[in-house]
């Protein structure tokens, strides 16, 4: 029988609007594990987005997928009417849930010492994950009046300490 794998950088807004590096092209996961550009030939529409790869936690829809130079990059939407969603909402936010990891099935691959290069494959789901296989599979933006107000606040901080310092 075959198996699902599952492998996986992520942002989210005061919406639940997520966006992130579902899959860094260039180098390996934990398991020695590549992914070439190119192996996610698909229109994404509706893509499942869930909580651990368990498919009875739902918690949003990827509506949008591109292969980047960087690596394959998705975004997608948290259903913020149920709670679990709204729960994991804060914990993105918090930075407690920060990875993401992908689901799928090779079709064609290559061992390469103890992992695979792998030049095809099935997409079936993206998921939110805590530690993902891929290191650097992480949500990149996170749009907060919040964190923009906290950066802002942070800049007059320093330019103020520096200034003070430069005329004493």
Request: avoid cysteine; proline fraction near 5%; charged fraction near 25%.
């Amino acid at each position: 029988m075959d198996k699902l794998e599952i492998k996986s950088t992520v942002t989210v807004d005061d919406v639940g609007t997520i966006t992130g590096t579902a899959w860094p092209f260039g180098s390996p996961d934990k398991v020695g594990d590549i992914i070439k550009k190119g192996s996610f030939n698909l229109a994404v529409e509706n893509l499942p987005m869930l909580f651990n790869h368990d498919p009875s936690d739902l918690v949003g829809t990827w509506n949008e997928a591109s292969e980047t130079p960087d690596g394959f990059v998705v975004k997608g939407q948290l259903h913020m009417d149920q709670p679990r969603a709204r729960a994991l909402h804060g914990l993105i936010k918090g930075g407690l849930v920060s990875g993401l990891s992908i689901g799928f099935k090779p079709k064609t691959f290559v061992r390469q010492g103890r992992g695979r290069v792998i030049s095809a494959l099935d997409l079936f789901e993206v998921s939110l994950v805590r530690n993902p296989s891929h290191p650097r599979a992480r949500v990149t933006s996170t749009k907060s009046e919040n964190t923009a107000l906290a950066i802002a606040e942070a800049i007059n901080r320093a330019t103020a300490a520096l200034w003070t310092k430069e005329y004493q």
